[in-house]
């Protein structure tokens, strides 16, 4: 796996970064991309904004896989000074953070000469040393500079392909599916801009296939995708609050209410589900097969918290020790 990287110089001491930047000095070109960095303005009152640009020089149509923005596995950014150098973290203020483990990729395919710009505001970053957000660290004293990695190349997640056909046009790539021959795109105009495929800035989704070509609109409002153990993908819904819907290889959705993480096995392999997570009231509580749903045992109870050893469950519900392991369910009084 090799480092593409972008850097900027930057001198803020009577210096006013441009509402858009046509990039002054691009990173060496590797495996036909470059990139660059900017720091740029994006109107009155609103704060100053990182632009990350790549640019495919090369004379075939590349697949950049990105990762979760933020992800500094993938893409990183690097901020410095004359007292040194440090990784920037990237924190997207409001943004919902999901409970998965793994985060599937976002690929932007790539035409010959053409590229794909990243823009996310100062404020989204942060220090550790000083603990303050990358706007008041650049406002310092002194020159300042930026440099932004991605690593490209080496051996493909097995867990996150990327297609080997080529994109719609006006398309990008958001997340691969549990179907090798499905991926979930969105159009390239709802994957630009400040807190893009966010719960901040929500995208379309559409199922695509790749055998076929064809395009489904599958939801209007999405906010993160994640992997499913039983379906295609759980698509993350924004409206008045973040709701989850299951996704079908047909292209049809369901709502689903996802188990926290405490309700987890921990080899992810059950889970327990409960008929309203948010009732103070007798509600129904089950152990599941996380693969198929199967439900391996049932009671009635209230909304316990749960302590896991190995596969088996135990909580305590009402007035009582409950025990769940495989079908068998054991209460026992407590004291």
Known sequence: MRLLSGVLAILLAGVAPALSAEPEE?????????????????????????????????????VVQISRFGDTRRLALQAGSDAGAQWVGYVGFGEGISASPQQPPFLVPLLPGSRYQIRRPTGDYVMTKPPVTLGKFLLGPGPHWLRTDLRVGGKPDPLFPIPEEPLPKGYVAVAPTSDPNLFILTPTADAEGPYSLSARNPFRAYL?????????LVASSVGGVERSPNSLAYLDVVSDAVSTLSLATDGSIKPVVLPSAAGISPDGSRYIWTSDPTSTGAVTIEMRLTATDQVLAEFP??????????NVAAMVSGSDLVILDGSTVTRVPLP
């Open 26 to 62: 691009w990173g060496k070109p590797v495996n036909g991309l470059r990139m660059a960095v900017a720091l740029v303005n994006a109107g009155v009152g609103e704060p100053q904004v990182v632009e990350i640009t790549i640019e495919n020089v090369g004379n075939r149509t590349l």
């Open 208 to 216: 695509w296939d790749l055998r076929t070509g064809r395009l489904k």
């Open 301 to 310: 109870g209230y909304n316990p918290s749960v302590v896991w050893n190995g």
